[in-house]
């Protein structure tokens, strides 16, 4: 996304008389602007949508979400053969790539020609976790006239220098998915996804033309990934993979062990990103920590465990769709997570859907933010989103968005404790349909700072930041969170349980005692 010098330079030249829109030009012939939009269709008895970036004066993709209202049943938009729950989208707009799946649009291009029957519904469009919502309110649809419903969609969150990732996606190569690759990218990026890693079973399909077909090459970045699926002791993610590599030959899934499963992919794929997946699942032979009889309170397994992970999935939203008997909370993963980092076994902590559908978990709830040296999904590199990765720059979230550095440094960073004291400042800002009520420091294991999120919506965001300073005595890492009571609504698609509402930063790493390194407190040793 144009976020950081473009971004100030179509700030500066707005027309001091049309706020947030770009310099009126000649974008007839675009085929993402919205010329010569009209509000009357006495002849057309569809629902037209234009939804435009007021700062290109552009359509962009993004998601229309469809109520129905009064007694009106919401729409159930399905591909022939299949459910609203089930994988395929059915394509209400060809011409401007606009898929209907359950109550939702995906839209390509900001715009959609559609039909709905007569009855009330409630319109609202959104992107993500950025942008504010756009409420095109309360309609009546007759049989014999149309509407046509324009605006903006305004960026209100200021994410410069960070890139949103989904690093766990299954489409139609894996064989538990139907997803068309089309679809799949389109559903990525009505969610402001802006760089993925495809991660089917063992399986590789190729999305650039998909990419390039729906026009997305300036909204979202594709690595070619796979998931490592072992029999019996896990699946491991890898990303990116060298051009021309086939997983189902090359990656090893039936190696004995998981050192040797790991070790053989790091052999062909040298540069890939090695992700744990959903390390805690208790009623399938898929989660490594289950496998192996974690715990999280003495830090001892059943078995030896492997702990050379460069990230760790703490946040997998497709285990809200299991079972009670395989469900772990995200707070119990995170959990375990933390108690790794306790033994000095830390990896990065990453955010991903595991998506296998489109209206069920769709992508991006949640998603990891990177800080990158180029934010624009164009010009982003996979050793860019790697080294991000790697260094333990990042941020998960299901709305809030979160940022935090200790006596200055960055997450994965070393900083040198003053006297025992560091500074601890946080930055969180959510979107209207977004909930947060605090903000937890946590140090080795212990909330050590609680901060309440009381600001309130301002031009459809909140926005808040402290400085809080923490003692410790010993070597700590230190990990910033919010919590929130209420969950996330259905702009998040379908789950079968509600999806909580959770940001966390990777830690911080703090010399105390100043011998220039950092040592592993030990299970339990506090802050």
Not at 65 to 79: D, E, L
Not at 366 to 375: A, S
Not at 472 to 498: C, F, K, N, Q, S
């Amino acid at each position: 996304m144009l976020r950081s010098a473009l971004a100030a330079v179509l700030f500066a030249s707005l027309s001091p008389g049309c706020p947030g829109r770009a310099p009126a030009r000649d974008v007839a012939n675009v085929p993402w602007s919205h010329p010569d939009v009209s509000t009357d269709a006495p002849n057309d008895p569809r629902i037209r949508v234009f939804v435009t970036d007021p700062v290109l004066g552009l359509g962009l993709p993004c998601k229309l979400t469809v109520r129905g209202i009064n007694g009106t049943p919401s729409p159930a938009w399905h591909a022939a053969g299949s459910t609203a729950l089930d994988q395929l989208g059915e394509w209400l707009d060809r011409d401007d790539w606009a898929l209907g799946i359950g109550r939702w649009v995906l839209m390509a291009r900001g715009r959609a020609a559609f039909s709905l029957p007569p009855g009330q519904y409630q319109l609202v469009v959104t992107r993500g976790v950025e942008y504010a919502p756009l409420d095109f309110g309360a309609i009546t649809v007759l049989a014999d006239r149309g509407h046509v419903l324009a605006g903006d969609l305004r960026r209100v969150l200021d994410t410069a220098g960070e890139i949103a990732g989904e690093f766990h996606v299954h489409s139609a190569p894996s064989f538990d998915s139907d997803v068309p690759l089309d679809e799949r990218v389109l559903s990525l990026a009505v969610e402001g996804i802006e760089v993925f890693a495809s991660t089917d079973h063992d399986a590789l399909g190729d999305f650039q033309p998909a990419i390039e077909a729906l026009g997305l090459q300036n909204h979202i970045h594709w690595m070619p990934g796979d998931e490592i699926t072992t029999d019996g002791f896990g699946h491991f993610g890898a990303f990116p993979l060298p051009p021309g590599l086939d997983p189902a030959v090359s990656l090893p899934h039936l190696e004995p062990s998981v050192g040797e499963v790991i070790a053989h992919a790091r052999a062909v794929a040298p540069s890939a990103v090695i992700q744990l997946n959903h390390p805690l699942w208790r009623d399938h032979p898929i989660g490594y920590w289950s496998l192996a009889g974690f715990d999280p309170a003495s830090g001892m397994s059943v078995t030896m465990l492997y702990s050379q992970f460069d990230a760790v999935e703490v946040w997998n939203s497709h285990t809200l769709d299991e079972s009670n008997a395989g469900y772990v909370d995200p707070d119990g993963v995170i959990d375990s997570w933390m108690a790794m980092l306790q033994l000095g076994r830390g990896a990065t902590a990453m955010g991903n859907t595991d998506t296998h559908r489109l209206a069920q978990t769709p992508p991006g709830w949640p998603r990891t933010y990177l800080r990158v040296p180029d934010d624009d999904p164009a010009r982003v590199t996979d050793a860019m989103v790697t080294t991000a990765i790697l260094g333990g720059d990042a941020m998960l979230t299901s709305g809030p968005f979160l940022r935090a550095t200790v006596g200055g440094a960055r997450p994965g960073a070393l900083v040198r404790a003053n006297a025992g004291s560091v500074t601890v400042h946080v930055e969180l800002q959510a979107v209207e349909h977004t909930p947060v009520d605090r903000v937890e420091l946590v140090a080795n294991r212990t909330v050590v700072a609680v901060r309440e999120a009381t600001a309130a919506l301002v031009n459809g965001a909140r926005a808040m930041q402290w400085d809080v300073p923490v003692v410790l005595t010993r070597d700590a890492w230190i990990v910033v969170r919010t919590r929130a009571a209420e969950t996330v609504g259905d702009v998040a698609g379908v789950h079968a349980r509600p999806l909580p509402s959770l940001a966390l930063v990777n830690p911080v790493y703090v010399d105390v005692d100043g011998d220039g390194r950092w040592t592993a407190p030990g299970i339990n040793g506090g802050p």
